[in-house]
């Protein structure tokens, strides 16, 4: 079985993520500090599309929130880890088909 819970870093903060596999797409639930923060989900599918939920709700300041940068780099260091999360959805997938192929 594939490990459905990776952590990535991103400037010096590790985010855990979570994988639902579904049968041709995988729903992911990005938290920062074990599953205490929830930033975002959303779900990639086979064919790379994908949609993101980043209304997250912010228990320290009572509501959601929008996705927020301080400068363009983090941006592009966004962006970059988006990338990392549809390489592991991939590899999901690509193995949840072999695993259908073999039932």
């Not at 920062?32 to 209304?55: E, T």
């Not at 912010?58 to 301080?70: A, D, I, K």
Request: glycine share 4%; with cysteine; charged share 25%.
């Amino acid at each position: 079985m594939i490990d459905l819970v990776k952590k990535f870093d991103l400037k010096n903060t590790e985010y855990n993520v979570i994988a639902e596999m579904h049968e041709s797409s995988v729903e992911l639930h990005v938290y920062k500090q074990d599953k205490v923060y929830h930033l975002f989900s959303g779900f990639i599918k086979w064919d790379g599309c994908s949609n993101w939920d980043f209304q997250s709700f912010n228990e320290r300041v009572g509501h959601t929130h929008p996705l927020h940068f301080c400068e363009k780099e983090d941006a592009i260091e966004f962006g970059i880890f988006l990338g990392k999360l549809y390489d592991w959805a991939h590899e999901l997938i690509a193995h949840n088909e072999k695993s259908i192929a073999i039932e």
